[in-house]
């Protein structure tokens, strides 16, 4: 098929590579012209494990190429919407700028039976109002709504091989659709915009991932909705932690023991230092600000604790950094493992990690921090840090180090090794991610999260 993507950042970039790969013909737009060069060369403008191989197979096969020029959409039939939708200045609600900005740029060079896609994540009611738009425009296009389940780091991964896929679909027909009635769904626009996304995601489904139809308020509410109960689950297990910690009970074993239950399960069960990038925090506030617009803010009131536990996990991992130097920061030099707000990224958005190196900072520390991947990042917005790439060389002669990020790096340095290189061996571990047993064996006073 020939696809447009709109947007071309994480979302869009990732999502445009990968449709090549899969077969389809594909245009990335931006008006970013700086991003536009780069990924015309085959280097994307941010880390993404795999990425950068793609991009370069796809150009040269010339499945994929990446321009400014909204008209290059006018030869697509399936023009997905990547935009982002970051939190709006001073507010909790989702900045839909960049979303209305693409249709509107999008709605010259659409044509009798385009399908719009949106994969942004948006405010529940933004599909319909969209809808509207596009059918008061005549161009004769339709819009459906796919929201993305991408994590970073295994993005390319996700996006050929989804777990799951959602089609929020057009309300005329969709009734059919969902029963399953062919003969009725043969013509409507429910039927033609599922028919154009199969076609799209044809070895996904192949392969047997599940396809949940439903209509444009349930597509939107699914992302929100993910990211809230994951939010949820992590906010739980750093309050657990913050209990452990004035009992004396281990919120890992805790963690073991309450996950065996299939009710539960384990994964996202690891007290630390709390959940960021571009997405969980953002999305939950933005969810909550929605509710509140639809006068049900109580049903999600519990989102607010939720946030508020997360953010307290780094006032707590400060606190134990300043009480492990004998509580005093000033001029005593701490070493921050990691500034990306998890593994295998660059990704800085609202990153634990970063914001714990400069409220250190602040505090008169002398930091050196230091992240396989996200320092120029980090550079840029917070050039009073100091960086390095050389692990040693941030370990040198610390009062203590502090593992923020849980790079597979940080975790399998030798903990017998890097004692030589500090001047107290002293290790804050705020992803609860290192065998404490050896750490001590080694010589180390190690803390954690709501361990003994």
């Avoid at 896929?165 to 915009?193: C, H, I, K, M, N």
């Avoid at 030798?414 to 061996?425: C, F, I, K, N, T």
Wanted: a negative charge; one cysteine or more; hydrophobic letters at 45%.
């Amino acid at each position: 098929m020939k696809l447009s993507v709109i947007g071309c950042g994480y979302l869009g970039a990732v999502h445009a590579a990968s449709m090549a790969k899969l077969g389809h013909e594909v245009v990335g737009i931006d008006v970013d012209e700086r991003k536009i060069a780069a990924l015309a060369t085959g280097v994307a403008p941010f880390f993404e494990p795999g990425l950068n191989e793609i991009l370069a197979d796809q150009l040269e096969s010339g499945r994929l190429r990446f321009t400014t020029d909204f008209a290059a959409a006018d030869d697509a039939e399936v023009h997905f919407i990547a935009v982002g939708t970051p939190q709006k200045h001073g507010e909790n609600a989702a900045d839909l700028t960049y979303v209305n900005a693409a249709i509107r740029s999008l709605l010259p060079h659409l044509s009798v039976g385009d399908l719009v896609v949106g994969k942004s994540t948006v405010p529940v009611g933004t599909a319909a109002r969209l809808s509207r738009v596009i059918t008061d425009s005549g161009s004769g296009a339709a819009l459906a709504w796919n929201p993305e389940f991408l994590r970073e780091g295994f993005a390319v991964e996700d996006t050929i091989a989804p777990d799951r896929l959602v089609y929020g679909l057009p309300a005329e027909g969709l009734d059919t659709v969902l029963s399953a009635s062919e003969r009725a769904a043969a013509d409507t626009p429910a039927a033609r915009a599922k028919a154009q996304l199969d076609e799209v995601y044809a070895v996904a489904i192949a392969n047997d991932t599940p396809v949940v139809v439903a209509d444009y308020a349930t597509a939107e509410l699914v992302k929100v909705s993910a990211n809230a109960f994951l939010a949820t689950k992590i906010s739980f297990i750093n309050a657990m932690a913050e209990i452990a910690e004035v009992t004396g009970a281990d919120v890992t074993k805790l963690a073991d023991a309450i996950g065996y239950d299939a009710r539960i399960g384990r994964r996202f069960l690891n007290a630390g230092v709390g959940f960021g990038g571009g997405c969980l925090p953002k999305d939950i506030r933005a969810f909550s600000a929605r509710a509140e617009e639809l006068g049900r803010g109580e049903s999600v009131a519990f989102l607010k604790e939720v946030d508020a536990i997360n953010l307290r996990r780094r006032e707590r991992l400060v606190e134990l950094v300043v009480a492990a130097l004998g509580g005093q920061a000033y001029e005593k030099k701490v070493a921050v493992l990691g500034l990306a707000f998890k593994p295998d990224s660059d990704d800085i958005r609202d990153s634990p990690a970063l914001d714990i190196a400069v409220r250190l900072k602040g505090l008169g520390a002398d930091v050196v921090a230091t992240d396989p991947e996200a320092i120029e990042n980090s550079r840029r917005l917070h050039p009073q840090l100091a960086f390095t790439q050389d692990v040693d060389e941030a370990l040198t002669g610390a009062d203590a180090v502090v593992l923020v990020t849980e790079w597979k790096q940080f975790r399998q340095l030798d903990p017998v090794r890097v004692a030589g290189l500090v001047a107290r061996p002293v290790i804050i571990d705020g992803r609860n991610c290192l065998d404490a047993a050896a750490w001590r064996a080694a010589g180390w006073e190690y803390r954690g999260f709501g361990r003994p």
